[in-house]
Nanobody, 124 residues
Framework: VQLQASGGGLVQAGGTLRLSCAAS????????MGWFRQAPGKEREFVAS????????RYADSVKGRFTISRDNAKNTVYLQMNSLKPEDTAVYYC??????????????????WGQGTLVTVSS
């Protein structure tokens, strides 16, 4: 599975971005997918996840109410809509696929394949 993340950029605080992650190589329709982020000098942290059918989503407390994860299985793509962005949201955002447990867990170890990351910078 190859994952291509896009949509990052520079935005002012309070602004909006929409990240996309397109999968290729095999269908991910039956797999949970997640978004993680890593800020400079910090560990990679969970942002959001969605199960294969989209019926269950999870969010980190820091983004709950501001970010929305969704997926389009026909396009083999997962999205992360980010509203009310804050400077502390600045990080490289990674998408990932869990083809094994399919639980959409919060730990990176549950995910088998990772995209290359897209940089989000929020200025104050």
């Amino acid at each position: 599975v190859q994952l291509q993340a896009s949509g990052g950029g520079l935005v002012q605080a309070g602004g909006t971005l929409r990240l996309s992650c397109a999968a290729s190589g095999r269908t991910v329709s039956w797999s949970s997918m997640g978004w993680f982020r890593q800020a400079p000098g910090k560990e990679r942290e969970f942002v959001a996840s969605i199960t294969w059918g989209g019926g269950s989503t999870r969010y980190a407390d820091s983004v709950k109410g501001r970010f929305t994860i969704s997926r389009d299985n026909a396009k083999n793509t997962v999205y992360l809509q980010m509203n009310s962005l804050k400077p502390e949201d600045t990080a490289v955002y990674y998408c990932a696929v869990d083809t094994t447990t399919n639980l959409g867990g919060r730990l990176p170890l549950y995910y088998d394949y990772w995209g290359q990351g897209t940089l989000v910078t929020v200025s104050s």
